[in-house]
């Protein structure tokens, strides 16, 4: 048995330098050869390489370079992945500015975060629609209020409207849409 393994790794040397060129094809596959991951991807594809040259069985009827590509391939994936995972997730606390005092993060907006200025105009807007709901006469304010859920419940369909205000479900979209033609203007 060791009589092999130092058989197979005196064989190795030079059955790895003679398909470096696969490697090569292989990073190529992967972006610029003259980029600065192509080193790492190269070295990773060499590692995929020695490997393939390791588990290689020859009795399965298949060639070197078809079986040693397949585990490159896999070497430089699992590189290229990593290098993605790290290069799209900087490090938030990094200093910037000429002082230092300021991170990275700090300079970065929330694009899920709300505008302070649409958060107020939305506000004013709720409160002005909340005022001229309490001017409908009676019977529509009780209809938009309970189709909008405007008293902190859940909006109603016109059936459900109606129902609760014991009209018809027509009765309750009428009584909603005059209500909202009076308040459209004003808004």
């Given at each position: 048995m060791h009589k092999m393994?130092?058989?197979?790794?005196?064989?190795?040397?030079?059955v790895l330098s003679d398909h470096l060129g696969l490697v090569?094809?292989?990073v190529r596959q992967y972006g610029d050869p003259s980029s600065p991951e192509a080193e790492d991807y190269f070295q990773e594809g060499v590692l995929g390489l020695s490997h393939a040259l390791r588990k290689f069985d020859a009795s399965r009827g298949l060639q070197f370079s078809t079986y040693a590509v397949w585990w490159i391939r896999k070497y430089v994936g699992k590189a290229a992945s990593k290098q993605l995972k790290y290069s799209s997730s900087p490090s938030l606390q990094d200093p910037v500015g000429e002082d230092?005092?300021?991170q990275r993060g700090d300079l970065l907006s929330d694009p899920l975060a709300e505008d302070p200025s649409e958060q107020t105009d939305r506000r004013l807007l709720a409160e002005r629609i909340r005022e001229l709901v309490r001017r409908l006469p009676e019977r529509q304010r009780r209809a938009v209020e309970l189709r909008?859920?405007?008293r902190g419940?859940?909006?109603l369909t016109?059936?459900?409207t109606g129902a609760a205000m014991g009209v018809s479900c027509e009765r309750a979209r009428v009584l909603c849409a005059r209500a909202l033609a009076s308040i459209r203007p004003a808004v």
């Open positions: 393994e130092s058989a197979s790794s005196h064989v190795s040397k030079p090569r094809m292989v230092g005092e300021s909008f859920g405007l419940g859940t909006p016109y059936q459900e």
